[in-house]
């Protein structure tokens, strides 16, 4: 994805550049993302602090993409407890405990749907490389209603349509997880009424639909979200971290290889682990650490944004290289569009951007389906497909109810 921001950023030390006629680029080691206090949209408040916040969203949009997310009212005891529990999890569950919630392929004999549970160490792959992770994957569950027999019969699923496979261990983590996710939803929600009102999309209409383009067209287009949750475990990479500044051609190995989200909006739990994530700047080859706050979301915008924005606001490219101490926990939360929202340029946004559309548009289904099969299903040394690739792909979908 290119990225064409007028930023500009003033290193915080002097950057390693071109050694041995290699090229070098540079990890800043300390964050400068901005901090948003979104507790003017997840509380009562004034029409100027919500319009304050709306510009200050805005503006990270613009310039990064991404930024800390602070006021959303979940107790940082649950965040830590979010975290501790992943890490029980994948460091205490016997890797046969870890099998019996494995993620199985759709319509197979074991129940799975092709996406939910458990990826062991190597199978997710970014860019055709095997990253140095395991996971488990939540879904929002399909409605019950709208669920059709797999290909193997009864008893088998379609793809995304089995049930959650959750931990066994720690027995909390289950509920715990089912009440963050009840939390998590609501910031979410109050993100991207945020993110409407940055816009300037002009005040909620009356007896509008999910395609009338005013401030409120990402609430009423996420108000089923399709969220995703992963909690990830990130043993460390063999090199250890003893420079701030990185050869790219050094580096082998990734705990996540570079990607962009490709829904709507990430809310992203770590541990303190700092210098794993990595947010590419702007300029398209500086790498800012941007390490955790206490309490604090790290947020970023994903394709979808990008999409309904027609590129006004970017889905920043990140990685995660953890060389530091210890085994690394996180836990993104994604906050996705409805499975059935149409995702297509705002009319506002395109005049804004020059009158030509990036993207014809489809629904978050679709668009999901090509990254499931994309990324899942993909052997290591295959290319990613472009997204302009993704609309080659049939895929036979059925309608969430909802
Ligand atoms: O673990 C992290 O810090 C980020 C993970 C990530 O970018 C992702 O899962 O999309
Ligand atoms: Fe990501």
Known sequence: MSTTSDLSFEPTQPLDCNIDGEEHYPVLPISSLPIIDISAFTSPSTPQARQETAAAINRACIDY????????????????????????????????????????????????DGARGYQGMGENITLGRRDVQEAVDLYREWDHEAKTVGKGGPGTHQVLQGPNLWPLHPKELKPTYESYISQVKHVGEALVRAMGQ????????????????????????????????????????????????????????????EHTDYGCVTLLLTDPTPG?????????????????IPGAFVVNIGDMIERWTNGLWKSTRHRVIHRGEGYRVSVPFFYEPNFNAMVRPLGKCVERTGGERIHQGNTYGEHLMGKVFNNFYKEEGEEEEEEEEEEEHVYILPEQGV
């Open 276 to 292: 794993a994530l990595q947010v590419l700047l702007k300029d398209s080859k500086t790498w800012l650490a941007a390490d955790p």
């Open 198 to 257: 940055a816009l300037e999309l002009g005040p909620p209409l009356p007896n509008a639909t999910a395609s009338t383009e005013d401030s409120e067209v990402f609430v009423r287009n996420t108000d089923h979200s399709f969220w995703v949750m992963r909690m990830i475990g990130y043993p460390k990479l063999a090199k250890p971290l003893t420079q701030t500044s990185t050869s790219e051609s050094d580096i082998t190995e990734f705990s996540c290889g």
């Open 65 to 112: 993409g991404f930024f800390y997310l602070t006021g959303h009212g979940i107790p940082t005891t649950t965040l830590d407890t979010i975290i501790s529990q992943a890490r029980q999890f994948f460091l205490e569950s016997p890797l046969s405990e870890k099998i019996q919630i494995k993620r199985r392929d759709a319509g197979g004999p074991h129940g799975g």
